[in-house]
């Protein structure tokens, strides 16, 4: 990658594997860890405590197994995602999802907003740009199939 990472982002690219940053914090985690802390300019502990702070703020997490892995919120901040125009049309998303997952509903709105969808009514978000993989991701990981449809569709006035 060309681009300047931060702390987080590579930590967060230690979790793809086949990278150097995964090779390193596989089988040298104390030199990953001392990478960090160099990007960061900040003591190695403080480095160690970015991989803690990114568990908790959901950006990784440890399966059953005890293996870390990259959640999709994670894999969105460290994705160079761009999303393609619309010309012609809008993605629309519809969902109708039970007050007893309020939490979900609540992160569902929360992502729309940040992909920059318009409400168009209570459950109804419309966006010119095609975000549909991202939240196709995110209904997976929600497991709210059932309860989201995503369409393109045409304004006719």
Not at 15 to 34: D, G
Request: aromatic share 10%; glycine share 4%; net charge positive.
């Amino acid at each position: 990658m060309d681009r300047k990472l931060t702390g987080t982002q590579y930590i967060l690219l230690a979790l793809i594997p086949y990278t150097k940053a995964n090779l390193q914090f596989s089988f040298a985690r104390k030199s990953f860890f001392r990478e960090v802390a160099i990007r960061d300019h900040v003591h190695e502990k403080a480095a160690r405590s970015g991989f803690y702070r990114a568990m908790k703020q959901g950006l990784i997490e440890e399966d059953e197994k005890g293996q870390i892995r990259l959640t999709n919120k994670g894999k969105r901040r460290i994705a160079t995602y761009t999303s393609r125009y619309l010309p012609n049309s809008n993605l629309m998303v519809i969902f109708d999802i039970a007050e007893a997952e309020r939490a979900k509903r609540s992160h569902v709105r929360a992502l729309l907003k940040e992909l920059s969808f318009k409400q168009v009514q209570k459950s109804v978000w419309v966006s010119e740009y095609d975000h549909r993989s991202l939240v196709q991701m995110e209904v997976e990981h929600l497991k709210l199939q059932d309860s989201i449809q995503v369409f393109e569709c045409y304004r006719l006035s």
